[in-house]
């Protein structure tokens, strides 16, 4: 697998109307992400999870995964960043969450390891304004095989008004 160390621009679709024609195709793949220890300790603080396994390095050593690793919901959590680094849409002014309909983590996310997103539109409903997306996301984790997190994402992107 090559690595660029360089970021990339994310792919542009120049019309939301454009992803019509689109499902079943890829939309962009985004930058990588650092997991470090100081992320999962930040969102071990936010979140009020503070299982051992994603904060004691010593214990989790010597447990299933042979070090801390990220929680799921941190790993889910970086979706909004790896959208933004994956595509964007030239005539779209605003993009709201409006949930996920399945969500997988196949594999752990070991601290210290770099995860990015492939995403895939699935489904595509015009909606007053805009459009409400399908996209699978699959997460991979630089030098595995695996995936660490796969996720249905719904979401409602608007166009600009003039």
């Not at 996310?109 to 990015?116: A, E, I, M, Q, T």
Request: aromatic content about 8%; glycine content about 10%.
């Amino acid at each position: 697998m090559t690595v660029a160390n360089t970021p990339t621009l994310p792919a542009v679709i120049p019309y939301l109307d454009d992803l019509r024609s689109r499902v079943g195709q890829t939309l962009g793949v985004s930058e990588w992400i650092l997991v470090d220890q100081a992320r999962i300790d930040l969102f071990a603080q936010a979140t009020g999870d503070h299982q051992w396994i994603h904060l004691d390095a010593e214990r989790a050593a010597s447990g299933p995964f042979g070090s801390t690793i990220a929680h799921g919901f941190l790993t889910l959590s970086l979706l909004p960043r790896m959208f933004e680094t994956a595509f964007r849409i030239g005539d779209v002014q605003m993009g709201v969450n409006y949930g996920l309909n399945r969500v997988r983590f196949p594999a752990p996310l070991p601290s210290g390891s770099r995860v990015r997103g492939h995403f895939r539109l699935l489904a595509f409903e015009p909606l007053e304004g805009g459009a409400q997306l399908t996209v699978e996301v699959t997460m991979e984790r630089e030098g595995s095989a695996k995936p660490v997190c796969v996720a249905e994402s719904l979401g409602r992107q608007y166009r600009a008004t003039t």
